[in-house]
């Protein structure tokens, strides 16, 4: 049986990877809007990771007997000042995302919950994964500046991503 404090956890988990994967998906509709293909590939690959993190928190908590409890969703935020703004909230948002990670983690540690600590350390390694790929982006795009020929090889480069979904 899941520990209830740790089961109320995981379900608001669960409605921070929906938020993140709908937050994505409206930035690839920004992209989309500004002609950057590739930036939107890359946006719509990381709405897919997102959804596989929310389903793999719901499927864990299935798992353990535990009840789902499906959160509202708010509407994400639909345009950005530049694709440089738009990848620093997505870092942003990654850092907080870590953060609630943690969170969880130390919880299931307080409630002796073995098995969500052994979840969590998947999802602390795929942050340092998530947080390491923003910073990344936003770092070329430091280095892009006002240059829109640089900014359309890197969205060339974007367009490329295979990453898939886990
Ligand atoms: Fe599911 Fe980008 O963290």
């Known amino acids: 049986m899941i520990n209830k404090n740790v089961e109320e956890a995981l379900n608001v988990q669960v409605q921070a990877e929906f938020s993140s994967a709908y937050l994505y998906l409206s930035m690839a509709a920004y992209c989309e809007s500004i002609s950057l293909p590739g930036f939107a590939h890359w946006m719509r690959l990381q709405h897919e990771e997102e959804t596989a993190h929310a389903l793999r928190l719901f499927n864990f908590v299935i798992d353990r007997g535990g009840h789902i409890d499906l959160r509202a969703i708010e509407k994400p935020v639909g345009s950005f000042e530049s694709p440089h703004k738009m990848f620093d909230e997505v870092l942003a948002?990654?850092?907080?995302?870590?953060?609630?990670?943690?969170?969880?983690?130390?919880?299931?540690?307080?409630?002796?919950?073995?098995?969500?600590?052994?979840?969590?350390?998947?999802?602390?390694?795929?942050?340092?994964?998530?947080e390491k790929n923003a910073g990344g982006i936003v770092e070329q795009l430091k280095f892009v500046g006002d240059s829109s020929s640089a900014l359309l090889m890197l969205d060339r480069e974007m367009g490329v991503r295979l990453t898939e979904a886990k």
């Open 93 to 130: 948002h990654e850092q907080l995302i870590t953060e609630k990670i943690h969170n969880l983690y130390a919880l299931s540690v307080k409630e002796n919950d073995y098995p969500t600590q052994v979840e969590m350390q998947w999802f602390i390694s795929e942050q340092v994964e998530e």
